[in-house]
């Protein structure tokens, strides 16, 4: 799913700024109101239940595939995710101190409130990727980078929060190898076979926090050698 949002992403901001503008608002607000007033079979207008909901409609039905929260009918909201990114990424690069602050902040705040408002309506819900919860996480988000750029100056190194720059400048790697190598590491190569003798022997709390603590430092490997050797991967 990602690489299919940032290919789509990608595709639209090949356009003019009001282009992009327009066709991500009409995707946007065409699957809100399906949610909202689309009613096929079996599937009452407005539902998120488990058992009958549009997501699941449309992969089942029209695709013929099984439910899944990365299948088809996610892309396009993965799409407005990776969207909101980019908006802050151009913010950042056009403006620069309490502007470029101001600019973010506007569009976390602005985004996060209309998820929130949106939410009354349409239930915040990863699984279906639905509209207000796009907008409720692309808002946070934004307001983080908001947070980090007032407590780390972009002429810093980062000091105490260093590890966090590193990461963030290698973000899309360490994404990669997180769902890729690191995911496979816990489903199938390491942790089925460690888990349960790591729990034996230390506790279900101690094993519960292994895996994600050693996750974190193998990213934070990968970032740091990275790093050192000047390897950047941009999009």
Known sequence: ????????????TRTPRYVQWSIMAVFFLGITAAWLWYSPAGVPAGSFTQ???L??????????????????????????????????????????????????ATLGAGTLILGVVLAVVIPLNKYLWTPSFVLVTGGIAVLELVLLALIIPASSKGGLLRPLVV????AIVVYAFSESIVGRAHN???????EPLVTERFGELFAGALFPAVAVLSCFALAYAMEKL??????
């Open 1 to 12: 799913m990602t690489a299919i949002a940032y290919l789509l992403v990608w595709l639209v």
């Open 51 to 53: 058992d009958a909901n």
């Open 55 to 104: 997501a699941d409609w449309f992969d089942t039905t029209v695709l013929g595939i099984g439910a899944n929260p990365e299948n088809p009918h996610g892309w396009i909201q993965a799409a407005s995710s990776v969207y909101i990114g980019y908006l802050a990424g151009e913010i950042s690069r056009a403006t620069s101190g309490l502007r470029r602050i101001g600019w973010l």
């Open 167 to 170: 990461l963030g400048g290698h």
């Open 188 to 194: 199938v190569w390491l942790w089925p076979y460690w």
């Open 230 to 235: 000047n390897i950047h991967v941009r999009l």
